[in-house]
């Protein structure tokens, strides 16, 4: 291919994207050709096509064009907002099994440190991590010989995922405490893993607590996450349980749709769970990204049972909106931090060329009951309880060291002295909302009264900037129905 006709194919590659993403969001091009200016596109891309051939003909080292055109292609979409971007064949193969409830790679969840160190949140139960030994808190220094500083856990997720039955070395350094009490880091050592086919389990744990308080930690939104939290919460229900607590710290979010059949688990037939709202269109008529979302059964929950909801900073995207609705119409107190602030939806616009490729590209913001989107602005909790992150990396250990030698105790954690079956030790770590929680449900009052003395109102805890209220939530809907989210 010589260099003259590379950057012909890429200019055509590159138009033919930019028609195929903007002709289906909303006429791009019918509006380009209707300004004043009437700049033909070819004209303005034509900057792009003269640093493709510069690169061609300058670079130190041969390039070829295709690894271009996808690096031009993510610069584009990534520059729109932090959730939009180019995905690759491989990177869309792995969305689509993530909502199905399985990925491959070597099962653990990640995140950053008050350092910025990517660290190991906790590894799977029964994953090739939990089998290679990783375990909580190892700080990830490097990836196949590959430095993660500077990477997001996104960044060092997509390294980490690959093929079942190929391999990935992490390189990895241990806090160890010292008989003195100090903490100390180990020297680096590798660790190689062999990735397999891992199922998202949504159910990270189900146990009864103190005082007959059932809990339940719901990790993703995913297609069989209804299904998987209404027998968890039929099975509690059957053993009598006083109150409950669904924690939703750490959920990244996933389908829209799975919020909508999560929140019908405890509200009314017919209650609004949220709304999503696409760019208006010049004519004034909706946009096709516009729907709502109602539930349609009734609640498999008393309505009077004590409910208590746990969020964090890492509660992002569907875990926000049954936190929203679950607030909105006071069905359950909300306890913990400020949630992350994901109130975007995201569509998967399949692309022709690069062949298998596709657009993630933010389609429509949500909407709470409250007629707010969150988006980048998060939900407060109307009980508010803090963790550091330090703190909730040394609960993360706790917890997975309860059942490292015993898998049959995966969903009996341990959280501290409210958790049945554990010894108080002076190093046990308390997981502190959670405690909270347990103090709330034993106050000596009905449990309507408890919701109004704790309940924050709605336009405290659910606020948006100005430029993202909604003044008309009473348009004619219709249009998409879930919106892949990853973590953040």
């Given at each position: ?10 200019l055509?590659v ?9 002709a289906l969001?909303?006429?791009f091009l019918?509006r ?5 200016q009437?700049?033909?596109i ?9 640093v ?5 003909k300058?670079?130190?080292?041969d ?11 993510m610069?584009?979409?990534g520059s729109?907002?932090?959730n939009?971007?180019f995905?690759?064949a491989?990177e869309l ?11 491959e ?15 190991v949140?906790?590894?799977?139960v029964?994953?090739?991590a ?15 010989g590959?430095s ?19 391999y990935?070395t ?16 180990s020297?680096?050592f ?10 998202l ?5 189900a146990?009864i ?11 993703t ?5 209804t299904?998987?939290?209404?027998k ?10 006083k109150?409950?607590v ?5 959920n990244?979010?996933?389908?829209l749709t ?12 017919h209650?609004?769970?949220t ?10 008529s909706?946009?096709?990204?516009d729907?709502?979302?109602f ?5 498999i929950l008393d ?13 992002a995207?569907?875990?926000?909106i049954?936190t929203?609705a ?16 994901k109130g ?5 616009i399949?692309?022709q ?7 993630r590209l933010?389609?429509a913001?949500y909407y709470?009951?409250?007629?707010v ?18 703190q ?9 060291e ?27 770590v308390?997981?502190?909302?959670l ?12 449990w309507q009264?408890v919701?109004?003395?704790y309940?924050r109102?709605?336009?405290e805890?659910?606020t948006?900037s100005?430029t ?5 939530p009473?348009?004619?809907?219709g249009g ?9």
């Amino acid at each position: 291919m010589t260099k003259r006709n590379a950057k012909r194919d890429f200019l055509t590659v590159l138009v033919f994207c930019l028609v195929m993403v903007f002709a289906l969001s909303n006429g791009f091009l019918l509006r380009i050709y209707a300004q004043d200016q009437q700049v033909e596109i070819y004209q303005e891309i034509e900057p792009i096509g003269d640093v493709i051939d510069i690169i061609l003909k300058e670079y130190v080292r041969d390039v070829k064009i295709n690894e271009v055109v996808e690096g031009a292609l993510m610069g584009m979409v990534g520059s729109l907002d932090r959730n939009s971007a180019f995905v690759s064949a491989e990177e869309l193969e792995a969305l689509r099994e993530e909502t199905k409830g399985e990925f491959e790679g070597i099962g653990i969840s990640i995140k950053q440190d008050d350092n910025g160190y990517i660290t190991v949140f906790m590894p799977m139960v029964g994953s090739p991590a939990a089998e290679a030994g990783i375990k909580p808190n190892d700080i990830i220094v490097a990836i196949d010989g590959k430095s993660s500083e500077g990477m997001t856990t996104s960044d060092a997720a997509d390294v980490i995922r690959g093929k079942r039955g190929s391999y990935v070395t992490l390189t990895l350094v241990r806090p160890e405490v010292t008989d003195t009490g100090e903490e100390e880091k180990s020297d680096p050592f590798d660790v190689k893993v062999q990735r397999a086919r891992i199922p998202l389990d949504s159910i990270k744990e189900a146990q009864i607590l103190q005082n007959d308080v059932g809990y339940i930690r719901l990790s993703t939104f995913s297609d069989t996450s209804t299904k998987d939290l209404e027998k968890y919460i039929k099975e509690l229900l059957s053993q009598d349980i006083k109150a409950l607590v669904l924690d939703l710290r750490w959920n990244y979010g996933g389908l829209l749709t799975a919020s909508k059949d999560v929140s019908e688990l405890f509200l009314p037939a017919h209650s609004l769970v949220t709304y999503t709202r696409g760019r208006a269109r010049e004519d004034g008529s909706p946009s096709k990204e516009d729907m709502r979302l109602f539930t349609s059964k009734q609640p498999i929950l008393d309505p009077d049972l004590p409910f208590i909801v746990l969020v964090n900073s890492e509660t992002a995207s569907a875990a926000e909106i049954v936190t929203g609705a679950l607030q909105f119409y006071q069905r359950a107190l909300v306890l913990g931090q400020k949630t992350f602030g994901k109130g975007s939806v995201q569509t998967i616009i399949p692309l022709q060329r690069p062949v298998n490729s596709a657009l993630r590209l933010t389609t429509a913001l949500y909407y709470t009951p409250a007629d707010v989107t969150i988006d980048h602005q998060g939900i407060l909790p109307d009980v508010e309880v803090e963790m550091t992150r330090e703190q909730e990396l040394e609960l993360a250990r706790q917890m997975y060291e309860s059942f490292e030698h015993d898998m049959d105790k995966q969903h009996h954690q341990n959280h501290g002295s409210m958790t049945l079956g554990f010894e108080a030790a002076e190093d046990t770590v308390e997981d502190l909302p959670l405690a909270r929680a347990i103090e709330i449900f034993a106050e000596d009052l009905p449990w309507q009264e408890v919701l109004q003395k704790y309940h924050r109102d709605i336009h405290e805890t659910q606020t948006a900037s100005e430029t993202n209220t909604v003044n008309d939530p009473k348009r004619t809907i219709g249009g998409k129905t879930e919106a892949p989210s990853e973590k953040p």
